[in-house]
């Protein structure tokens, strides 16, 4: 019987090669490459574990923004970059992220037409 820390490493460049499969084809490669018969549940956990390795946790990156946002504004100045959070009881929640990057801008208020309305009361 195969490890986790075994399986883990198999389905971790299983999934560097194919990164959407799922936990039946990974189940079949490791059947058909290394001939062993893994119950579906643990290649199903073993992959969330894989993912984690390869793309480091949801918490980690959520911390990086504020690091994200400094450099966004930093390498294209003049953009507009909101981190917006929330803090609770001394907790940091993440609500929402707002990128708008110069060169965009621009180019949206180019290609508009100047436009002049009348509104008119009776």
Known sequence: MASNKWVVDRVVNLLR????????????ELKNKCKIDVPYLRVFKDKERALDM??????????????????????????????DIEENNGDVYFRRFFVALKPYINGFLQGCRPYIALDRKI
Request: cysteine-free; aromatic content about 8%; glycine content about 4%.
């Open 54 to 83: 390869i793309n480091g946790q949801w918490d980690d990156s959520y911390d990086l923004l504020p690091t994200y946002r400094d450099e966004l504004l930093r390498s294209v100045p003049s953009s507009v970059v909101e981190l």
């Open 17 to 28: 090669d194919d990164p959407i499969s799922g936990p039946k084809e990974l189940q079949d």
